[in-house]
């Protein structure tokens, strides 16, 4: 079981930075990918940004070169951080954590409650 806590959201104009925080319930580095999503009105929730715990990122192409996620690489650590910068309109979605854990071949999602994110233009 893990769970997990976003913080971080709010209402930034167009242009402006925010960063995202997601909390696990235990170590980020017996998990197997640590993400966020996000899901505006009428929209399909979509994969923005995801790490392995072996290190490897991956980003969707509407936010690379702005969005940077991170962990915090202290031992025993559980953040995981989503850096936005040069955040746009189409950036405002309500976002949500996600992590994946592999056992025994399967895999098991996690989410968070989400936190929602507001661009002004």
């Known amino acids: 079981q893990v769970q997990l806590v976003e913080s971080g959201g709010g209402l930034v104009q167009a242009g402006g930075s925010l960063r995202l925080s997601c909390a696990a319930s235990?170590?980020?580095?017996?998990?197997?990918?640590m993400g966020w999503y996000r899901q505006a009105p009428g929209n399909q929730r979509e994969l923005v940004a995801r790490?392995?715990?072996?290190?490897?990122?991956?980003?969707v192409d509407s936010v690379k070169g702005r969005f940077t996620i991170s962990r915090d690489n202290a031992k025993n650590k559980n953040t995981v951080y989503l850096q936005m910068n040069s955040l746009k309109p189409d950036d405002t979605a309500k976002y949500y954590c996600?992590?994946?854990?592999?056992?025994?071949?399967?895999?098991?999602?996690?989410w968070g409650q989400g936190t929602q994110v507001t661009v002004s233009s």
């Open positions: 996600n992590a994946v854990v592999v056992e025994r071949q399967s895999a098991v999602d996690y």
């Open positions: 235990r170590s980020i580095f017996s998990i197997n990918y």
């Open positions: 790490v392995s715990s072996g290190g490897t990122t991956y980003y």
